[in-house]
């Protein structure tokens, strides 16, 4: 299985950047992905991770470190319709689809 | 291409009754699972069906819930009796089997269960 911790809340002003971190225990690591999730609706997929590195993909970018069982999502450029919570999810090798997800991190930004 | 499609949207029912949600896949989307959103905390896997085989219910309470996916597309989760820890989201999501691009899975919009 997989702990995953995020942390719960961060708060931001539009036009900044913000980082949330992720950090995961697993026996077994087969990709990361994060999830934007709005108030009262479905997640959403933002990006995935297998290797070490950063992928950016427009104002977001998600970076992995497999030996510290570490990642983050960098958002830049803030604005108000990214006031969401973000989900760490963890895939386990040998179980192909099966996320288990973090908490999720509350972010508002402010203006 | 429609999403993933759940009903129903809301849901409100007194403790001990039943209730049923349901779930339309992604259309070849052999992948389905059912996972279930406490308020504040990430989804949590109920269960997970490789066309119409559940090939893992570990943390299904079996005693109250069943879930089917009969033909391998459409799939119905139910409580029966719903208890008031019951309330929640629950979430439906599909992926193809071997996810090899990374995109995770699609989810539905949910169905919002309180038990009164």
């Known amino acids: 299985g997989q702990n995953i911790d995020q942390p719960t809340e961060m708060t931001a002003t539009e036009g900044a950047i913000v980082q949330i971190n992720c950090t995961y225990q697993t026996s077994g690591f087969n990709g990361l992905f994060w999830y934007q999730q709005h108030a009262g609706e479905a997640p959403t997929f933002l990006s995935y991770n297998v290797l070490d590195g950063l992928e950016e993909k427009g104002r977001f970018s998600s970076f992995l470190s497999r030996s510290k069982g570490y990642s983050y999502l960098l958002l830049k450029e803030l604005q108000m319709k990214d006031s969401a919570s973000y989900l760490c999810?963890?895939?386990?090798?040998?179980?192909?689809?099966?996320?288990?997800f973090g908490a999720g991190t509350q972010v508002v930004v402010t203006p | 291409e429609a999403g993933v499609v759940q009903s129903p949207r809301y849901k409100i029912i007194e403790k001990k009754q039943p209730v049923a949600f349901w779930c339309n896949p992604i259309s070849g989307h052999n992948t389905l699972y059912w996972y279930r959103q406490n308020l504040g905390q990430g989804p949590e896997l109920l269960i997970r069906y490789e066309n119409e085989e559940a090939v893992d219910d570990s943390q299904l309470p079996k005693d109250r819930f069943s879930a089917e996916r009969l033909k391998g597309v459409d799939s119905t989760l139910k409580i029966q009796p719903a208890e008031l820890g019951d309330s929640a989201v629950y979430l439906c999501a599909s992926s193809t089997s071997r996810d090899r691009a990374g995109y995770g899975y699609t989810f539905g919009s949910g169905t919002r269960l309180t038990v009164v």
């Open positions: 999810a963890v895939r386990d090798r040998g179980s192909w689809g099966k996320l288990q």
